[in-house]
């Protein structure tokens, strides 16, 4: 009797899900346009997140109030063989590192 109250509720929270996923992609047509696909994305997965009751733990809420930390790494160039060196000593390989950079 046990193992199949546990069948049940498995199946009746997979018909919850399914039914809030499917509720949130049938109005795609009503969608405005001029907004971007990321806004609409966000929105659609904030809008499961709430239907499926959805919690964020700890740790993600801290990495996203740290999201401005910035990353910096330096790596010996040595490490690598001799054809990766030039490559990413080239002028255009430099140029294009200090463009993402900034």
């Known amino acids: 009797m046990f193992i199949l109250r546990l069948t049940l509720n498995k199946s009746k ?10 509720s949130l992609f049938q109005h795609v047509n009503t ?28 740790e993600e809420i801290q990495v996203t109030e740290n999201s401005s930390i910035i990353f910096e790494e330096e790596l010996e160039i040595n490490d ?6 030039s490559k990413i000593i080239r002028k255009e390989t430099l140029a294009h590192i200090c463009e993402c950079a900034v």
């Open 13 to 22: 929270a997979r018909d919850s899900i399914q039914e809030s996923i499917t």
């Open 80 to 85: 690598f063989p001799q054809k990766v060196r």
């Open 31 to 58: 969608l405005n346009s001029a907004v971007s696909s990321h806004i609409v994305a966000y929105q659609r997965a904030s809008e499961l997140n709430r239907k499926l009751n959805y919690q964020k733990s700890e």
